[in-house]
T-cell receptor, first 116, second 115 residues
Framework: AQSVTQLGSHVSVSEGALVLLRCNYS??????LFWYVQYPNQGLQLLLK??????LVKGINGFEAEFKKSETSFHLTKPSAHMSDAAEYFC??????????????FGKGTKLSVIP | KAGVTQTPRYLIKTRGQQVTLSCSPI?????VSWYQQTPGQGLQFLFE???????NKGNFPGRFSGRQFSNSRSEMNVSTLELGDSALYLC??????????????FGPGTRLTVT
């Protein structure tokens, strides 16, 4: 079964420091992977996606992620954290459920705090 | 393009009652998926509708049901509410077919509190 595991339910970084949020996947087929961000009392916003093209994926707000098949990882990074990056981040894998239907399976989420 | 809209944004119900939540997808999108988000279980897939038909269903009891209308708007119904149904219910829309069918766009959610 396809799944994702996010390491660390809570990560704190100083403003201006590197952001690294970890995601490992389990999949028997080439996966489609996603990172979403959720701000308080809001829905999920797509940050970036991996769809088997380039292994280094650039997203919105300066985030990027690198797909590493050998490590089954899809970690999210940003060179310099900003206060506005404080939110919860979810890694997700697309699962094909048949009859043309796809669903997303999410990790448990990582809450990012940015310290001024 | 307008995004995914969900109504109402907040809802308080009593145990045993039923509730209906509404979702309007992005214009042109024909697929609507529903997810439940709770602190304990995280984000869980409820079901997906495409062209007025339920195409996929997650592992939830029959008290959870939905439907989709010809204009792609979708409703989700929960009958005989339990305290554990308190959650943020998220709706996501996608084209539903074709090369970008996997891209899901989420609404702001409906926060349901059951007392």
């Amino acid at each position: 079964a396809q799944s994702v595991t996010q390491l660390g339910s809570h990560v704190s970084v100083s403003e201006g420091a590197l952001v690294l949020l970890r995601c490992n996947y389990s999949s028997s087929v080439p996966p489609y992977l996603f990172w979403y961000v959720q701000y308080p009392n809001q829905g999920l916003q797509l940050l970036l996606k991996y769809t088997s093209a380039a292994t280094l994926v650039k997203g919105i707000n300066g985030f990027e992620a690198e797909f590493k098949k050998s490590e089954t990882s899809f970690h999210l990074t940003k060179p310099s954290a900003h206060m506005s990056d404080a939110a919860e981040y979810f890694c997700a894998v697309r699962i094909y459920s048949g009859a043309g239907s796809y669903q997303l399976t999410f990790g448990k989420g990582t809450k990012l705090s940015v310290i001024p | 393009k307008a995004g995914v809209t969900q109504t109402p944004r907040y809802l308080i119900k009593t145990r045993g009652q039923q509730v209906t939540l509404s979702c309007s997808p992005i214009s042109g999108h024909r697929s609507v998926s529903w997810y439940q988000q709770t602190p304990g279980q995280g984000l869980q897939f409820l079901f997906e509708y495409f062209s007025e038909t339920q195409r996929n269903k997650g592992n939830f009891p029959g008290r959870f049901s939905g439907r989709q209308f010809s204009n792609s708007r979708s409703e989700m119904n929960v009958s005989t509410l339990e305290l554990g149904d308190s959650a943020l219910y998220l709706c996501a829309s996608s084209q539903g077919q074709g090369i970008s069918s996997y891209e899901q766009y989420f609404g702001p959610g409906t926060r349901l509190t059951v007392t």
